[in-house]
């Protein structure tokens, strides 16, 4: 299954790197190389990716993972629902550690 997590993660390292390969890109996402390939033929599908061959390559098996303009939309939707849900877990998280310091200072002199 494709989540968010592993597209916006995918969408963020093939628009700083188009040329990277799956097995840089599962390495750099420390994910499985079955997985990266199962979520970049998923992209593919839906027209968010777009595979060129990589021509200046000695490698010719080499490609150029692009995203297209419907690739760069959902990006920024991703980008948005990362970003919110990010806030949430940083907001419930400092509420945490603020109780636990008012139950520190009621325990500890």
């Known amino acids: 299954m494709l989540t968010d997590d592993a597209r916006y993660k995918i969408f963020k390292a093939l628009e700083s790197n188009p040329d990277m390969s799956q097995r840089q890109l599962a390495a750099e996402l ?14 593919i599908e839906k ?36 970003l ?5 877990e940083y907001e419930a998280l400092k509420a945490e550690i603020a109780e636990i310091q008012k139950d520190l200072e009621r325990h500890v002199p």
Do not use: D, H, M, W
């Open 47 to 82: 027209g968010q990716v777009k595979v060129k061959n990589f021509s200046q390559s000695a490698n010719k098996k080499r490609y150029l993972y692009v995203l297209t303009p419907a690739g760069i939309e959902s990006k920024a939707r991703l980008t948005k629902r990362f």
């Open 30 to 43: 420390g994910i499985s190389l079955g997985r990266v390939n199962y979520c970049l033929q998923a992209l």
């Open 84 to 88: 919110k849900r990010k806030i949430a």
